[in-house]
Structures are given as C-alpha cells and as structure tokens.
C-alpha cells in the first residue's frame, strides 16, 4: 500500500535537532527528486512502496542524528550546491563570513590564493565564482576531501581552482596574495564534539589541541613566509577564540588586524595584512 507525501511528512514529527520537519522535507524531496515546494503543491501525492522504504530508511538514519547533508551527500554553501562526504566537514553558514572578508581585501584582479584545509572546497569554490580572474589553489592533507573538492570543482565548472593534496603550505609554498583557511579549531575534550552532527564528522577536521587553537597557530606563524608583501592572511576561528587569534596575528607582525562577526554577532574570522608594499590598491585599517 502507498501512502501520501503529506501522510510520510507526518511521521517525521520525532526527528531530532530544531527543524525536524525541513529536515523530512529535504529528505523526502531528496527520495522523489523534487523540490520541496513540490511537496507543498501536491500535499496527495501517493508514494510508492520502494520509494516510501527508502525515505523511512532515512528518517531512521536522522532519528539516529546522522547529519542530512550526509544522508542525501549535498550541501548549499555561497548558493553552490557541493557534494559532501563523511570525509569532509559540513560546510556551515558562519563559513560564508570567511569568504565575505576575503572578497572585501584590496586585491588584485589576478591574485594569487590558497584555501588551507579545503575540505569539499567550499571556499575555495565560492571565491572562484565571485572572482574568475583570481588564480586559487585549495590543498588538504586528506586524499578523500582532495577527489571530493575536485569533484566538486568539476561539477561546478570550476577545474580552475586547482586542488592540490597537501599538508598546508607543503605542496603549495606561494607566495600568495591571499591565504584562507577555515582550520579545526575545537578543543580536545570539548562537550560538543558528543553532540549533534559533530559525532559524524571527521575528528581531524575539528579538533586542534588542548586549547583548540594549535592548527591556528601553525598557519598564522608560518603565512607570513608564504604571502607576498602586503598580502592578506584571513582564517575562521571559535566564537570564544577572536582574542587569542588576533594576539596571534599581531605576535607574528601582521597589520591591520581586525575581527569579524558572523550573522548571529560572535567573532569569526580574524584578518591581517602581512607589512610591505600592498598587494593591491588601498589598504583599509
């Protein structure tokens, strides 16, 4: 017996996390290849059995808080829809606050970037879009998220962001007009890491020492060497950790310092301009 789309969106009233019945929707749009709006217009619409198994397979999947965006393996980040894996991190909204900064710099229209820890590529891809002109390396130290991004790349019509596997600047010495980077910044032993989507997600990708900030600390101290002078050096980092970058960036002789908010307020990313002659026009403080 078939049931209808909207008898199936009932049953999806337990699943865990804020929105439970977005998450039913994208997951049975995801099962139907439709848009959820399709759902919305034809509420009747009867379902049949393989396809009603299938979605009830992925509601057990939630029930059990795996991530949706691992369960139908996409994610819209920057409006680009990127395939996603349990290889890589989920790309977040906060992320977006990274490539905002990045495209505010002073930089030229051919600028030289790399995007540290790429994982699915998300902000590498987001700056290829928004710049043609910019030459972008993306590099990661995990061979899975290097064939994702570049598959991601690919599907987008952006084999131009070279995807390079890396253990940070390793394979990818620069120099560079801009270096990103979105790095793990979670404290070992952080309670969150037991909560929500975070259980499903690669620990590499998260976690960064005792403090959190041990990964943030390799890239600020090693960029300078790698940035042209006058080239920009931008990272994400905790809510809690803006202080502490930003002593970061200034102990290693970076100017223009300045901490960022994502779109709930806290502080996100922190930037900073390595000394010499601008990479660019106009250097802002």
Same mark, same amino acid.
């Given at each position: ?9 009932? !049953? ?5 996390? !804020?929105? %439970? +019945? ?11 290849? #439709? ?11 009867? #379902? ?14 939630? +029930? ?39 495209? !505010?710099? %002073?930089?030229?229209? =051919? ?18 879009? !928004? ?65 929500? =989507? ?31 002078p006058g080239g920009w050096l931008a990272v994400e980092h905790g809510a809690d950790q803006g202080r502490a970058v930003h002593g970061l960036f200034t102990a290693a002789g970076f100017e223009s ?8 307020? +806290? ?6 301009r390595r000394p010499g002659a601008a990479a660019g026009p106009g250097i802002p403080d």
């Amino acid at each position: 017996m078939s049931a209808t789309v909207a008898e199936l969106l009932r !049953e999806a009233a337990d699943l865990p996390g !804020e929105s %439970p +019945r977005r998450d039913a929707e994208v997951l049975l749009g995801h099962v139907l290849g #439709v848009e959820r709006s399709a759902l919305y217009a034809f509420p009747e619409r009867r #379902v049949a059995p393989p396809l009603r198994a299938r979605y009830r397979a992925l509601l057990a999947a939630r +029930r059990r808080g795996e991530p949706v965006a691992y369960l139908i393996g996409r994610r819209e980040f920057w409006s680009l829809s990127l395939c996603v894996s349990p290889a890589v991190l989920i790309p977040r909204p906060e992320t977006e606050c990274l490539v905002e900064v990045a495209l !505010e710099l %002073p930089l030229p229209a =051919d600028a030289r970037v790399v995007d540290l820890g790429t994982g699915s590529g998300a902000v590498a891809l987001a700056l290829a879009r !928004e710049r043609p002109g910019w030459r972008i390396v993306a590099v990661d130290c995990s061979p899975a998220a290097v064939a994702l991004a570049r598959r991601n790349a690919a599907r987008l019509g952006l084999e131009r962001v070279e995807v390079r596997e890396s253990d940070w600047f390793a394979a990818a010495a620069g120099p560079y007009h801009l270096v990103v980077s979105n790095p793990p910044y979670v404290a070992a032993g952080d309670p969150h890491l037991a909560q929500g =989507d975070l259980r499903f997600e690669p620990p590499e990708a998260l976690v960064a020492g005792a403090d959190g900030l041990a990964a943030l600390r390799e890239i600020v101290a090693s960029a300078p060497r790698h940035l042209l002078p006058g080239g920009w050096l931008a990272v994400e980092h905790g809510a809690d950790q803006g202080r502490a970058v930003h002593g970061l960036f200034t102990a290693a002789g970076f100017e223009s310092v300045a901490t960022h908010c994502d779109l709930a307020g +806290r502080p996100r990313v922190t930037r900073g301009r390595r000394p010499g002659a601008a990479a660019g026009p106009g250097i802002p403080d």
